[in-house]
């Protein structure tokens, strides 16, 4: 058997979960006993500073995207903890980023689990706007700078729970998703929030296909109260680095007490409505899909139970099936917004 020393590992094997896991662990020992200070934003730029460059050296092959924005990968470095015990925390074990990375869903790079991987290699981030109207002030075009450089970056570690019966636990990059609305100064008749996803067919292959059964954009909505609440974030990063081409680059939503549908990717358009917005799956089969989508162990999908789900990774011999929980174990936080709806007709 070889054994490799740290110095013949090849700099494509140093993916971002060794690093990050690298990182953790000088965070947690390392860093605290030298500066005996528990702010984390100051415990990451201490890191840093120790360190030099090799904690964030990364390899080119990393993630898929045609480059990544340097001011970008930073920021997702430098990103703070969130507290750690509370709904932006679990002790549940972390899903590998090979297979949060692998297995996707993102119609647009093909609707194989492992497409989006292969199919959004030299996707380009660069330049990125988002476009906001509707009811709001201050509606127009914003770069991906003007949207994100107000905002600190903090790691959210949250169970993501696709309407499909499989599951992941990541650690996000990102921020609260209300905190990025207030500043369009939504108005009175600001009732519900759409979002985009970009539409790019040089780029994203599945939208040149004769076959493809969605109707560019991919679009999702909120109400508004669900919009606001703090758990809803907008995700920049994962694993300490910049969100990967397969998993939204270079920001989309993550609503943990949703079904995986809701957290749509690579947002290029923000809309205040009056009236509730359009969201892809519901078009596609409204009696398969909502709106609302809130994970519901007692309301099954026409086709199968929501009562558990897979953790992945899965093997034939270890299928690691669990319970689902209601609001995918958010409800303390969420649950008040629906207390006068019927879940089973509100699905
Ligand atoms: N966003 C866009 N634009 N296109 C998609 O196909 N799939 C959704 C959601 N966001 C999708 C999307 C579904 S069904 C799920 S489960 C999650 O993304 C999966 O996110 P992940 O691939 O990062 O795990």
Known sequence: MIIKTRKEIPSSEITPESVYRERRKFMKTGAKAAFGVAGAGLLSSAASAQT?????????????????????????????DAPASGPFNTDEELTPFEDVTTYNNFYEFGTGKDDPARNAR???????????SGEANKTGTYTLEDILNPHTFEERVFRLRCVEAWSMVIPWVGFSLGDLLKRFEPNGDANYVQFDTLVDSDQMSAQRSRFATIDWPYQEGLRMDEAMNPLATIATGL????????????????????????????????????????????DLQASEYGFYANVNPQVSHPRWSQASERRLPTSLFNPRRIDTMMFNGYADEVASMYADMDLRRFY
């Open 52 to 80: 030099g460059d090799a904690l964030f050296a990364r390899a080119p092959a990393d993630i898929n995207l045609a480059s990544k924005p340097d001011w970008l990968v930073e920021k997702a470095a430098m990103r703070t």
């Open 239 to 282: 694993y300490d680095d910049i969100l990967p081409a397969q998993n939204g680059a270079p920001l989309r939503l993550v609503v943990p007490w949703k079904y995986g549908f809701k957290s749509i990717k690579s947002i290029v358009a923000i809309r205040f409505t009056k009236n509730m917005p359009n969201n892809t799956w519901r």
């Open 122 to 132: 030299d996707f380009s981030i660069d330049p990125w706007t988002v476009e906001v």
